[in-house]
């Protein structure tokens, strides 16, 4: 099979460009209007965070397929992510308000969490899946300056309500992984999967 690009299924500004730092051509292959692709991330109970990610975004990755056949787009390969944040075992997703934002934050002041990115790449007859995982250490903030990060938005359908790449940068002592992983998609992982399939990178 001739890959002269991928679909990326994701919304996500920052896989677009990471897929653009390594300059992979890529189409979006984004939800219909009609669709809510929230429900694909609810937790089930007592799910542990390797678990959640690793099926969530297989949940992504089947749904996107069956939207490009219902769309009768062309077999291509399609690349789907999905990050999450745990902080011993508990799992951190996107603060649903600002009320939810300060508290991750408050959680991860002080402490090294773990944000774990998997990726999985496919066509319909074959996908492969793989999880990055980093350690970040947050510094401790004061009330203020967690109200102030808060008002700016960034938080918001944020994975353990931050960015990386964004403000929160100035809050992380340190980090032990994938920084392209924490931002939402391991280039290393990804160029692999990619070689697997027989996609130039």
């Given at each position: 099979?001739?890959?002269s690009f991928i679909y990326l299924a994701s919304q996500s500004p920052r896989r677009k460009q990471l897929l653009e730092q390594i300059?992979?051509?890529?189409?979006?292959?984004?939800?219909?209007?009609?669709?809510?692709?929230?429900?694909?991330?609810?937790?089930?109970?007592?799910?542990?965070?390797?678990?959640?990610?690793?099926?969530?975004?297989?949940?992504?990755?089947?749904?996107?397929?069956?939207?490009?056949?219902?769309?009768?787009?062309?077999?291509?390969?399609?690349?789907?992510?999905?990050?999450?944040?745990?902080?011993?075992?508990?799992?951190?997703?996107k603060p649903r308000d600002e009320k939810d934002a300060i508290d991750f934050l408050s959680q991860l002041l002080g402490q090294t969490?773990?944000?774990?990115?998997?990726?999985?790449?496919?066509?319909?007859?074959?996908?492969?899946?793989?999880?990055?995982?980093?350690?970040?250490?947050?510094?401790?903030?004061?009330?203020?300056?967690?109200?102030?990060?808060?008002?700016?938005?960034?938080?918001?359908?944020?994975?353990?309500?931050?960015?990386?790449?964004?403000?929160?940068?100035?809050?992380?002592?340190?980090?032990?992984?994938?920084?392209?992983?924490?931002?939402?998609?391991?280039?290393?992982?990804?160029?692999?999967?990619?070689?697997?399939?027989?996609?130039?990178?």
């Open positions: 099979m001739e890959h300059h992979v051509p890529y189409r979006l292959l984004l939800p219909q209007s009609n669709e809510n692709a929230e429900l694909l991330e609810v937790e089930n109970k007592d799910e542990l965070p390797h678990a959640y990610v690793q099926r969530v975004t297989n949940l992504k990755w089947q749904a996107a397929q069956q939207l490009r056949v219902e769309l009768s787009l062309p077999d291509a390969l399609i690349l789907c992510s999905d990050t999450t944040v745990a902080l011993n075992q508990k799992i951190l997703g969490h773990v944000v774990l990115t998997a990726v999985m790449l496919g066509h319909q007859n074959k996908q492969k899946q793989a999880i990055s995982e980093s350690q970040v250490t947050f510094a401790n903030l004061s009330d203020a300056q967690i109200k102030n990060y808060v008002a700016s938005q960034e938080p918001m359908g944020k994975a353990g309500a931050y960015a990386i790449q964004g403000l929160a940068g100035t809050f992380i002592q340190h980090i032990a992984g994938s920084y392209s992983g924490i931002m939402g998609l391991p280039l290393y992982e990804t160029s692999q999967l990619l070689r697997d399939f027989g996609f130039s990178v």
